[in-house]
């Protein structure tokens, strides 16, 4: 037990009783007592007159870091179809392998999978971890991080790396819990200090206001969720060798908790921003949802597709999934036309390792000119009919 009551300090007040969210603490003959249900959340500590109530974990002892080898990269698959995320970790596993002079290693679960390894291989990966199993089949936090820690314990990574996408970043803290290290969610960069091996994990913090590095000195291994789009893919080479090795199951099907009874696609309009190599991006500046219609004409006719900054959809004007930003997808397109957005910080972290940027607003102070190659200050309806009309 983590929370401790301190019986001499506890005056029997019963007010714990009451704040306990999980119903979890109980006043016995005037003192208060913790049972089973307790999720070790803190409340009762914060809420005790008394500071009868204290956490009893005792500080976790550093890990023994030399003991610790190898950049391990998640192998999201879904459907069975790496996701492309994996490319890039395994682009930037790679480099940071390398600067480590250690071995890139995937990690690879599912059912039938086996043979997606060898892709894993041709991308960069000197060795690849597969747990191939019916129990498996689809991610679920418990059987995936179960299986993924067996091996943490056994193989002893230093790094290890997972897509910032839903399923990586439920697994991610899971596995960093499990394994008494830390997590860095997120990242957009990642370096090695090769004095000392750590690996140093930039994300944007405070709405991305700033950038902040962090370093795990004394935990192994060191995790982050890295931000799908930002890192550059690997090189394929189909004629790279390497290693399998089997990953053992070790539990059943009946401990695990979450059962999956259905699992529904959604119905909404799939976008894929990330692969576009052309992409017409509109914000407030078009005024309505109508808007869109001409730059999807334009985008049409140079062959990209058409994103949003979150005002239009906070607006309703356009579903989320052609939102491009923080909270947005990131985009590395080879041309992003971006029209009447003003170019919020937030809006620039999605879009601003675009090869070209070209801007269209009508105020020429607009910070959205700040990064891009082109700027072009005019009304939007009369500028890219023009350019249309150029185009022929
Ligand atoms: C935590 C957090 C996360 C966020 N995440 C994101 C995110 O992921 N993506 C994102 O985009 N935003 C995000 N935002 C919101 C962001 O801060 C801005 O509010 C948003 O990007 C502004 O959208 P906009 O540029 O479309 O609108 P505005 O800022 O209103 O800009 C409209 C621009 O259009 C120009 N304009 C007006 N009429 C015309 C015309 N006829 N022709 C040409 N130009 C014209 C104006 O000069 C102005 O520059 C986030 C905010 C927070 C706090
Ligand atoms: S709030 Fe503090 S003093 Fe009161 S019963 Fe709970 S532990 Fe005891
Ligand atoms: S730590 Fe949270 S769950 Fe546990 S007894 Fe206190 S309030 Fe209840």
Known sequence: MAIRVIEEKCKGCALCEKNCPFDAIQVKGQKAVIGMGCTECGNCIENCPFDAIEKTSPEKKAADVSAYRGVWVFAEQRDNEIQSVVFELLGEGRKLADELETELCA?????????????????????????????????????????????????KPEVVLLGATHIGRDLGPCLAVKAGTGLTADCTKLEIDRENRRLQQTRPAFGGNLMATIICPSHRPQMSTVRPGVMQKSVRDGGRTGALIDLPITFTEDEIPTKILDIIKSVGEK??????????????????AEGFKLLKELADRLGGVVASSRACVDAGWIAPSYQVGQTGTTVKPAVYIACGISGAIQHLAGMQNS????????????????????????????VIPELMEALG
């Open 107 to 155: 990690v690879l679960c599912g059912c039938g999978i086996r043979e997606q390894a060898e892709e894993l291989i041709a991308c960069g990966a000197d060795k690849v971890y597969v747990a191939d199993h019916e129990i498996l089949k689809h991610y679920r936090t418990e059987s995936y991080s179960r299986v993924i820690f067996e091996a943490i314990e056994r193989y």
């Open 355 to 382: 090869d070209y940027i070209i801007a269209i607003n009508k105020n020429e102070n607009a910070p959205i000119f700040e990064v891009a190659d082109y700027g072009i200050v005019g009304d939007l309806y009369r």
């Open 271 to 288: 976008v894929s921003l990330t692969d576009a190599k052309i992409i017409v991006a509109g914000g407030m500046g078009l005024g309505s």
